[in-house]
Structures are given as C-alpha cells and as structure tokens.
C-alpha cells in the first residue's frame, strides 16, 4: 500500500471549513484513499472513502486530485467535538487481508 | 456507538502473566481484527479473523495468539506480558473479508496496564 504524508497538526476555528491536506504521490490505480479519525483515545472511527471522483457523506467531503497524488478532505462546519486525529490510509483494492496501515495523522484542534 | 463491544475496559496486570481480551463484533460481521496502539509504536495491525478462520497476520508477537468462535465474537490472548506490552488494544470488524467498500468498525478499546 502506498505511503502518506500529513501535516502533524492543524488548528481550525469553530464553524469554519477544516481542510485536510494527505500527499500519496506514489498511489497506484487500484489504491483507494480512506479517512479514519479518532478521538482522544477512543476507537477510530470511519468518515469518507474515494478512488477518483470526489466523494461526499454527511461527514464530510473527500476531494481527490486529478493525478491522484493528494487529497483533502472537508469538514465543512467544524465543530469542538471534531477535534481528534485524522487518518489518511491508503489501501489496494488487492489488500485481501483488509488490513489498515495507520501513521501518524494530523492532530485537529478546533478552537472556539 | 459503533457496535463493536469490547471487554474489559481497563485491564490491570503485573509482567508475566496472560490476559484475555474479548470483542464481540457488529451484528452480521464475519470478519474480526486487532490492533494494538501504544505512545511509540501507533496503530498497529496485528491479525484478522474471518468466519473462524485466521485471514491476515500482521507484527504479532508469538507470545500474543486470538481466536474466533462459532458465535463470531473473538479473543485475544497475551501471555508472558512484559512492561512494553501496555497499550490500548482495539478490535475491529467488518461485513466481509476485504474488498473497497468493506469499511472496519472499530470497538472503544482495552487499556491494558502492565506494572
């Protein structure tokens, strides 16, 4: 599965558009992106998936570059209770184990 | 709530001895995966069941093993437990063994201690 890069931290206020920035630029075509966060220690927790086609829930949006090396994802209203880390995992289609590969993340803070 | 349950909460223990964690998957779930995450390490994938059967292996250490049961609900066992062995322990789960859209729901956690 490929690798990728975040920021290690961002701040955002409250009620404005947190943007996620995830650089994969070694993606290949079968690879999907995938957002995971997780709150204070508590299980991560699904938000959005994408292989090419921006993507929307009632989470949030995942925007995928045309080339497909990096992707954001929106939180358009953010809220204190997002505050967490947020995961962007990238995993093969081929991945018949299902596994998911963590890094780091980007530890969001949303401040009133 | 994700659905996934995980008990206990918090597990206590002294270096040496052998745990059982336990997590029940989400109803209709037939896969069930570890992970274990600790201060220095992160999120670490240790190994994936799926309908009674071992699917995946990630780093587990010999000393750790799991199982899944008929019902579908799953344990893992920590013997030997040393100091580095604390961490939070997760449990995950899902429709089917892999796949795109096959998304993993993950249990609040196991806080294993080791004094």
């Known amino acids: 599965d490929a690798k990728t890069t975040q920021p290690p931290s961002m701040d955002c206020a409250e009620g404005r558009a947190a943007n996620l920035p995830c650089n994969h630029s070694?993606?290949?075509?079968?690879?999907?992106v995938y957002w995971y966060r997780q709150i204070h220690s508590q299980g991560p927790q699904y938000i959005i998936h994408?292989?090419?086609n921006n993507e929307t829930n009632e989470m949030a949006s995942l925007i995928i570059t045309e080339d497909r090396k990096s992707s954001t994802l929106i939180l358009p209203h953010a809220t204190l209770r997002d505050t967490a880390v947020y995961y962007c995992?990238?995993?093969?289609?081929?991945?018949?184990?299902?596994?998911?590969?963590f890094g780091g993340g980007t530890r969001l803070m949303v401040k009133p | 709530d994700s659905g996934v349950t995980q008990t206990p909460k918090h597990l206590i223990t002294a270096t040496g001895q052998r745990v059982t964690l336990r997590c029940s998957p989400r109803?209709?779930?037939?896969?069930v995966y570890w992970y274990q995450q600790s201060l220095d390490q992160g999120l670490q994938f240790l190994i994936q069941?799926?309908?009674?059967?071992?699917?995946a292996k990630g780093n587990i250490l010999e000393r750790f093993s799991a199982q899944q049961f008929p019902d579908l609900h799953s344990e893992l066992n920590l013997s030997s437990l040393e100091l580095g062995d604390s961490a939070l322990y997760f449990c995950?789960?899902?429709?089917?063994?892999?796949?795109?859209?096959?998304?993993?729901?993950f249990g609040a956690g196991t806080r294993l201690s080791v004094l």
């Open positions: 995992i990238v995993r093969s289609i081929n991945n018949a184990g299902n596994m998911l590969t």
């Open positions: 995950a789960s899902s429709v089917s063994a892999g796949g795109t859209h096959n998304i993993q729901y």
């Open positions: 070694t993606i290949s075509g079968n690879e999907y």
């Open positions: 109803s209709g779930d037939l896969s």
């Open positions: 994408g292989l090419k």
């Open positions: 069941y799926y309908n009674g059967e071992e699917r």
